[in-house]
Nanobody
Framework: QVQLVESGGGSVQPGGSLRLSCAAS????????MTWWRQAPGKEREFVAD????????DYSDSVKGRFAISRDNAKNMVYLQMNSLRPDDTGVYYC???????WGQGTQVTVSS
């Protein structure tokens, strides 16, 4: 069965960096675009970034463009989210999702606070 497992979340001060990872299994990973989403407390889940199946076409929400970078390693069935210049409004649970599907990971908490 499809499994997506996120890791790498934590607490960081404003301006800091974190790298999230998502390990995928149960499907042909290199065929599917992958996405990252997040959900802040009391808010709806929102799109953060996506990447094409071959990694050539990343895309980002305006709120993270220039600070976050999505990448993937098809040999390892992994997708990553490098987050730099973190701000308090980046706080939330970050989810990995297979694009255009109902397959989500369990989420990893990111807290940005001084």
């Amino acid at each position: 069965q499809v499994q997506l497992v996120e890791s790498g979340g934590g607490s960081v001060q404003p301006g800091g960096s974190l790298r999230l990872s998502c390990a995928a299994s149960g499907f042909t990973f290199n065929v599917y675009p992958m996405t990252w989403w997040r959900q802040a407390p009391g808010k709806e889940r929102e799109f953060v970034a996506d990447i094409s199946s071959d990694g050539s076409m990343p895309d980002y929400s305006d709120s993270v463009k220039g600070r976050f970078a999505i990448s993937r390693d098809n040999a390892k069935n992994m997708v990553y989210l490098q987050m730099n210049s973190l701000r308090p409004d980046d706080t939330g649970v970050y989810y990995c999702r297979r694009s255009n599907s109902n397959y989500w990971g369990q989420g990893t908490q990111v807290t940005v606070s001084s």
